[in-house]
């Protein structure tokens, strides 16, 4: 079993430890005389100088008071750094959790998830580990700040490895590698490299991979990194068959283990050394080295593995009661760890599907949108579209009712125009003669009086043969002006044809109907047309009939006025003769 795939503790230990030792070290400073710097050179210390850590964290933590809100933020993150150093995880959590959701610092919240990523792993919190890896690789583009974002890449890469996802944890190691920028980095982001291959069945002896790692983690001087790498080629050895060269390299680096200090290095330095005494047949001391590893360790993946070098070293000697106690507890350990395998694989699935449910749901969410968006722009039309059609029915109804308006006011127009003589605008005969019988009927209904009066231009045919047609029709529009005078509005005037005219007089009396035709008769002969300095005059004869000798007969009082208009011709024109009373006409 490679020794990445059986240790799962080992490497977030030295991820988060990598992490740590991306702050810049610098020199020790004794007071606060500059926040921001004493901040950074505090957590530079982390790892380099624990106890000074704790020394200057305290004093940053009794000046709180004067630290601004960002500087406070950056305090608290040392705080949650130092509560996950002393294994105190729902207070660092809380601590990180707080810093990512309201430091407004993006760098400083970026740098808490990485770190939280990892505390998470360690914790083996995997459902909420694989689910903030997803909202860090989704970050990871935007994240500007190199070592946050390396912190990011390495947490990535370790955490993807452990849910099996191979190629994206290499790949997240290669970024990290290729924008490592100082030796250091490249050490971490090689050796990421180196444990993600090793993880997934990919690494050999001569993997290039390798090599590069081991070269840049002597060359950064990262001491723990380089023995760790060389455990790397001791397993390899183990698992190619050859426990000889294993040996030879344990041997060789052991002076490295014990001085790096470094509890993990140790106890995998050990569990290979039983193992591959155990491959050569040297059975005692293969038993003592495992003894050593379960003496120091009692859960994990390092018992585990010794548990299986005693039970098999046990039952090839025949000690079966020892060999089957070494194999249960060999099996429990294993059964953890193939647990643990499987709780991760099975969080990282069930993130998996819980982040497409929610890209499908989004989705879905972003299509309701934009059909509820088709929608309202297709109410909006339609609405504007109707408005569009009641502002044309409207128009066209304003239209049709200004037409018809138009169309009423020409019809009544043409209807007075054909009520009236063309050329002195007076009633026409035809209409006068409808007016004057149906005024009669009104009359006859009340019992009132009225008087006909016909009266006819004197020789108007000697006016128009010596003057010409046109003064004629001067003469007559003169005429009907000049009769108009004596006339008043309820009386009815109408031109009968040619030089003849027509006037019914309303509620007159026989002698006041004779002085107001002799009135328009006067006026007509006092009326005069000028023609290219000639002035023309006229005369007139007319005829009265009145209904106290007719009754209200139109027929009769048309009878009687003409009778009378006759008698004043004979009698030498330009006069007023009445009807006859009983049948006399009277002459004025
Ligand atoms: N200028 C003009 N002349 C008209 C019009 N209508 C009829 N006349 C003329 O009026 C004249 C009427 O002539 P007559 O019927 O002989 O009557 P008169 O000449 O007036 O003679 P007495 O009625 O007997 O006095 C004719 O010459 C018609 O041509 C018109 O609208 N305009």
């Known amino acids: 079993m490679p020794r990445w795939s059986r240790n799962l503790q080992r490497w977030t230990a030295w991820v988060a430890f990598a992490s740590s030792l991306c702050w810049r070290a610098g020199l020790a400073v004794q007071h606060i005389a500059d926040p921001d710097t004493y901040l950074e050179q505090t957590q530079s210390l982390a790892t380099v100088d624990h106890p000074r850590f704790l020394q200057q964290l305290a004093l940053l933590n009794q000046e709180a008071a004067r630290l601004t809100s960002d500087q406070l933020w950056r305090l608290r993150y040392s705080n949650a750094w130092e509560a996950m150093y002393e294994n ?29 990523l990892s505390q998470l792993m360690l914790t083996r919190h995997y459902p909420e580990a694989f689910e903030l890896a997803d909202r860090l690789a989704a970050r990871l583009p935007k994240v500007a700040d190199a070592e946050v974002r390396r912190s990011m890449l390495l947490n990535l890469s370790q955490s993807l490895a452990l849910a099996g996802q191979i190629d994206l944890a290499v790949q997240y190691a290669r970024v990290a590698l290729t924008e490592a920028a100082s030796g250091k980095s490249s050490c971490y982001s090689a050796a990421s490299l180196v444990a993600g291959l090793s993880l997934g069945h990919r690494l050999k002896l001569d993997s290039p991979e390798l090599q590069q790692a081991i070269q840049a983690c002597t060359a950064a001087k990262v001491p723990v990194f380089s023995t760790d790498l060389q455990l790397t080629v001791v397993d390899l050895y183990r698992l190619a068959g050859q426990p000889h060269k294993a040996l030879a390299l344990l041997d060789r680096i052991a002076p490295s283990v014990e001085a790096d200090g470094y509890a993990a290095n140790k106890l995998e330095a050990l569990v290979l050394r039983a193992q591959a005494l155990a491959a050569i047949g040297d059975d005692d001391a293969a038993r003592k080295a495992a003894q050593a590893v379960v003496a120091m360790q009692k859960t994990g993946d390092w018992p585990r593995d010794a548990y299986e070098v005693l039970y098999r070293i046990e039952k090839k000697q025949g000690h079966t009661a020892a060999a089957l106690d070494y194999y249960e507890k060999y099996v429990a ?10 709780v991760r694989t099975v969080a990282y699935e ?25 929608r309202q722009t297709l109410d909006a039309k339609t609405a504007e579209t109707n408005r569009l059609y009641l502002a044309l029915l409207l128009m066209a109804l304003v239209s049709a009712a200004l037409w018809m308006f138009r169309l009423k006011r020409s019809q009544l127009r043409f209807k007075k125009l054909s009520h009236l003589d063309g050329l002195t605008a007076i009633f026409n005969r035809q209409h006068f003669m409808s007016e004057v019988e149906r005024t009669l009927r009104l009359l006859e209904r009340r019992a009132g009086t009225a008087c006909l009066v016909f009266i006819d231009l004197d020789h108007f045919k000697h006016i128009n043969d010596t003057y010409g047609h046109a003064v004629g029709d001067d003469v007559l529009r003169q005429v009907v002006v000049a009769s108009k005078q004596h006339l008043r509005p309820v009386d009815l005037f109408g031109r009968l044809g040619g030089e003849e005219f027509g006037i019914l007089l309303v509620e007159c009396t026989r002698t006041q109907s004779m002085v107001i035709a002799d009135r328009i008769r006067l006026a007509i002969e006092e009326t005069r047309v000028e023609d290219d300095g000639v002035v023309v005059g006229v005369s007139a004869s007319a005829g009265l009939s009145f209904t106290d000798a007719c009754g209200h007969d139109l027929q009769c009082l048309c009878k009687e006025a003409d009778a009378a208009l006759y008698r004043a011709k004979r009698g030498g024109r330009n006069r007023v003769v009445a009807g006859a009373e009983y049948g006399c006409p009277v002459e004025a």
């Open 88 to 116: 105190d995880y729902p207070k660092s959590e809380a601590l990180f959790q707080d810093i990512i959701r309201h430091a407004g610092n993006r760098a400083l919240a970026d740098k808490a998830s990485a770190t939280l």
């Open 333 to 342: 350990l294993d059964k953890a760890y193939l647990d643990d395998v499987n």
């Open 350 to 374: 069930t993130v998996q599907q819980h982040v497409l449910l929610q890209k499908l749901e989004t989705e879905s969410l972003s299509r309701q949108n934009a059909l509820l968006r088709m």
